[in-house]
């Protein structure tokens, strides 16, 4: 018998997760490299890299050409087979929910899209005209051709969707997942993000904003969120995805949750193109919690955004404490991934899940002198076995986008 809250609105629970990021080529083996310390930033070793300011990068551990066939991958551009990778995994840990194609719905946020077709074309146009160009140029670099990708796969005719929210669209999807399931309209839904666009334009793009670390030499290094230090972030691909469900769907079936998607605080600064505002974030801090109806004592740990810009990890750090406070335990795995762009939002929301689900926080990397600016409880060394019942995971875009997410343990 459904509870009062569920007749009011559905809880959102989620009963898989797939991801491949620099890490590991699963969810599993990117988790245990998480917590193993390691680094998934390396030296670009591309011809193209080398008059580069940047040669480093978060390349992806496993090639989804080692898993998408042949033939699908001449209609994929890197960032659609990746997220279909995702997608794949995180169906068959869900058991594969034998569901109403008219109930299931796919949301796959990108920040760039299928850029590396883009470029390609253009190059093979200037080379061989127009003539040679392939057939799948056009639904390879459609923003929204990593969600369709994903809808076809599993024959989602509830809605497909696609956030373009710069570094937030990941998460921005997922809780765009969770509203179509709390709105009735869905009773599962795959969410999530996928970015692939390590490239000449993107990388030299970033480092002349100076948003990129440097540290070419000591690629495993570069990535160092809250740490004196930084001096940027490090470009990563790679994606992840969750199956969401209508809780009552998912007990019906006797699936077991990992978590609950307890709320979501959506907000924009209109303030600046790239530099954030505390305002902002606090407000969608704020809001996460409230959806949720829990308060800032309920919080255990916080997955910060935190991407190692020099401006960027200050203004977040302010705006956890102030929305929050300082008692949460603070990671940002960033750190080992690099900047997983629009992938970023929904791969934290990854191990946010994992952390609940095993009472274990994972380690930032790099951290080794914390910026005096900030005044939080931040897991570093080593992983930190603790009890959470409730966490945050914190994602900001370019243009202003701000998208917290709140877990919980399911009950």
């Known amino acids: 018998m459904l509870d009062q809250r569920e007749h009011v609105r559905p809880e ?7 991801a491949t990021t620099p890490l590991g080529g699963d969810v599993p083996t990117s988790w245990s490299a998480l917590l193993a310390g390691e680094s998934g930033v390396t030296a670009l070793e591309d011809p193209w890299a080398e008059q580069l300011p940047v040669r480093i990068a978060g390349v992806l551990r496993k090639d989804p050409a080692e898993i998408v066939d042949r033939v699908q991958r001449r209609r994929l551009d890197r960032s659609q087979e990746a997220a279909l990778v995702a997608a794949r995994e995180a169906w068959s840990d869900a058991g594969a929910p034998e569901v109403d194609p008219e109930r299931l719905a796919v949301v ?37 051709g990593a969600a369709a990708v994903v809808s076809l796969e ?5 809605g497909t969707h696609a956030p373009t929210s710069a570094c937030a669209s990941g998460a921005e999807a997922l809780a765009v997942g969770a509203a179509l399931i709390r709105s009735g309209r869905a009773d599962v839904v795959v969410a999530g993000g996928t970015d692939a666009c390590l490239h000449p334009l993107s990388i030299g793009g970033f480092a002349r904003m100076g948003a990129l670390s440097t540290r070419n030499d000591t690629p495993e290094l570069a990535s160092r969120p809250f740490d004196r230090d930084r001096d940027g972030f490090v470009m990563a691909e790679g994606a992840g995805l969750l199956v969401l469900e209508r809780a009552e769907f998912a007990r019906a079936r006797a699936a077991r949750p990992y978590a609950v998607l307890a709320g979501a605080g959506v907000t924009s600064d209109a303030h600046d193109m790239t530099t954030p505002d505390t305002r902002g974030q606090v407000r ?35 705006g956890i404490a102030q929305a929050v406070g300082t008692h949460p335990a603070v990671t940002a795995t960033k750190s080992a991934t690099g900047h997983l762009l629009g992938a970023a939002g929904a791969v934290e929301a990854v191990f946010t899940v994992l952390t609940l689900r095993h009472a274990l926080i994972p380690a930032t990397r790099n951290l080794t002198d914390t910026a005096p600016e900030v005044e939080l409880d931040l897991v570093t060394g080593e992983p930190r076995a603790v009890p959470v019942t409730a966490a945050l995971s914190t994602s900001f875009g370019f243009g202003g986008h701000n998208v917290v997410l709140t877990f919980r343990s399911p009950s």
């Open 284 to 318: 969608a801090l704020t809001e996460a919690l409230h959806d949720a109806d829990l308060t800032p004592a309920d919080i255990g740990h916080v997955n910060a955004h935190a991407t190692g810009t020099p401006a960027g990890d200050i203004t977040e750090a302010r």
């Open 12 to 18: 959102v629970v989620v009963t898989g997760m797939g």
């Open 154 to 158: 599993l024959g989602a005719r509830a």
């Open 108 to 144: 796959v946020g990108t920040g760039i899209g299928g850029a590396l077709t883009m470029l390609d074309q253009d190059d093979r146009l200037e080379e061989l005209g127009p003539r040679l160009l392939s057939p799948f140029t056009i639904p390879r670099l459609m923003p929204n």
